[in-house]
């Protein structure tokens, strides 16, 4: 008696796995161009004459007009701008990074009388519109004497109601018996939050930093509104000079725009594997 054996059936997942491949890559592409395509223009424009602004014919190739770039260096204190930026972006993000681990901490696994309340009330400010509170705050700053200060440009911007939201979505997400066996040992609260919650929050914690801190370098209309001298304001507002009752000096401003912008795309750049694991951790999970 001969035993027959059957050939192993193809895989159709395979087959179709294989075949996703190549679309996959062609639509990453055909989506970074999408995206790429504004900051090429602006490079583009950057490069060209005055005259070329707006033609269609000149969206393409640049005339390499260099010397739009030393004009727009020389129309503002660019490296006091840049100072202020990094200055106001740094504390506005290491504040609000405080606010959210510390309110996050309490909301996920303090229990207290009226937490959810509260919880409810910070959520609900992300309902109210910015530009409702625009004249309020400009009030409130004038009578404290905060305009045209870095105050007015960090302190109201030091709590992250998203950041907030984040973190103690992961905490609440912890197991409760970390902390009850670190309570036993006799560990403080604030020994609970430094010395474990803080490390398993880690995902959080680059996500808020990178949203706050691209948040705040790109900024204008709240310290456009804010401040009136250039040794405060930050870049974005120092685009500003290029607008003036003769029109708009677009290739200036696009120079401008060009050089404002290398530091940002560099810094996400450099952080956005931290990123991207971030983001994929916020699913839930502790992570060992």
């Known amino acids: 008696m001969s035993i027959t054996t059957r050939p192993a059936p193809v895989r159709r997942t395979t087959v179709r796995r294989a075949g996703r491949g190549p679309l996959r890559r062609v639509l990453i592409v055909v989506v970074s161009l999408v995206f790429l395509l504004p900051f090429y223009y602006v490079l583009v424009s950057s490069l060209n004459r005055a005259n070329d602004v707006g033609s269609i014919g000149q969206i393409l190739l640049p005339h390499w007009h260099f010397d739009n770039y030393s004009r727009a260096w020389k129309s503002a204190p660019w490296l006091r701008l840049f100072g ?24 996920g696994l303090m229990r207290f009388r009226g937490r959810n309340v509260l919880f409810g009330l910070v959520m609900a400010v992300m309902m109210i519109p910015a530009t409702v509170l625009i004249i ?13 200060t870095y105050w007015i440009q ?3 911007w030091g709590a992250s109601v998203f950041g907030i939201f984040l973190v103690r979505q992961f905490f609440a997400g912890l197991p409760e018996e970390l902390f009850d066996a670190a309570e036993l040992d006799g560990a403080s609260r604030f020994r609970m939050f430094w010395s474990i919650g803080v490390p398993l929050v880690r995902p959080a914690i680059v996500i808020i930093i ?13 310290p456009f509104l804010m401040t009136s001298d250039q040794s405060v304001q930050p870049v974005e507002v120092g685009l500003a000079a290029f607008y003036g009752a003769e029109g708009t000096d677009y290739t200036g401003l696009s120079a401008a725009v060009v050089f404002t912008t290398l530091p940002v795309l560099a810094f996400f750049l450099a952080l956005q594997r931290h990123f991207i694991t971030g983001a994929m ?3 839930g999970g502790v992570r060992g």
Do not use: E, K, Q, R
């Not at 202020?84 to 909301?107: D, H, K, P, Q, R």
């Not at 309020?136 to 045209?148: E, V």
């Open 154 to 156: 960090i302190v109201p």
């Open 281 to 283: 951790s916020t699913a």
């Open 210 to 222: 990178i949203n706050v801190f691209l948040a705040t370098w790109n900024s204008f209309l709240w």
């Open 84 to 107: 202020n930026t990094l200055l106001i972006a740094v504390c506005t993000a290491a504040l609000a990074l405080a606010t959210s681990l510390l309110a996050g901490f309490a909301f």
């Open 136 to 148: 309020p705050d400009y009030i409130i700053a004038t009578d404290i004497h905060w305009l045209n």
